[in-house]
């Protein structure tokens, strides 16, 4: 079945956001008198939403569950640090501007489906300069449900009036591979986001959105999407 329309996640997928991201959480850890911690280890809390990674920022475990009251503080701090420091190193990935407008010119219909806040995802597009390319943007609190929940994924399709299957997803972590197995959707996954998909069975693994644009071209060759292809 033919790619009629693409998603893309936003973080570790269009944008390198995780400098900001950092930067945001460590200046909530200090408020609470926690010290920094690496930008890597930040890293790896990432996915999922910005509701958990402020419960892995405050208890510096992927796991963890800070306290109520503390997270709610958190979240407060978190957003009026993200607020101003949303763009200040955030930039697109190479290849990331030619792949959207060979979509573009391919006539696709381009949407945004990420887990980040909306009023973080619209901003912070907008000042990437990638805003236009996109008809639909869903962020993680757009919807009762998101990633990978496939409720995001099949709102597009409804908008666009097309079959799960004619939607191609592209991100970088378990979130968007599950949601799209949940629709039904064929999912690349870009090795050089914030997830290892090394070992994520998928549609394919690729090396940057260049990549995807010549497995939408020949995407009705291809006898089932249901075969994973880790490589």
């Not at 503080?73 to 957003?79: D, E, H, I, L, R």
């Not at 290892?196 to 995807?212: F, K, M, P, R």
């Amino acid at each position: 079945m033919p790619i009629k329309a693409i998603a893309l996640d936003l973080d570790g997928t269009l944008l390198d956001t995780i400098a900001d991201l950092a930067a945001a959480a460590n200046a909530m850890r200090r408020e609470h008198s926690l010290p920094d911690l690496p930008q890597a280890r930040l890293e790896s809390f990432v996915g999922g939403g910005m509701g958990q990674l402020v419960h892995r920022a405050l208890t510096d475990d992927r796991d963890g569950q800070a306290h109520p009251e503390l997270h709610e503080a958190g979240v407060a701090s978190f957003c009026r640090h993200y607020d101003r420091l949303l763009a200040v190193a955030t930039r697109p990935y190479p290849g990331v501007l030619e792949g959207l407008q060979a979509m573009r010119d391919m006539g696709l219909p381009l949407a945004v489906i990420t887990n980040k806040p909306i009023r973080f995802t619209v901003p912070v597009l907008q000042r990437t300069g990638l805003a236009d390319y996109f008809e639909i943007v869903l962020g993680g609190d757009s919807l009762p449900e998101k990633k990978p929940h496939p409720l995001p994924l099949l709102t597009a399709c409804a908008q666009w009036g097309i079959q799960a299957a004619e939607l191609l997803m592209i991100g970088d972590s378990h979130f968007d591979r599950d949601a799209a197995d949940n629709a039904g959707s064929p999912c690349l996954l870009l090795r050089y986001g914030y997830d290892d998909i090394s070992g994520l069975a998928c549609t394919g693994h690729i090396d940057n959105l260049v990549e995807a644009v010549d497995f939408v071209k020949n995407a009705a060759s291809f006898p089932s999407f249901g075969v994973p292809n880790p490589s």
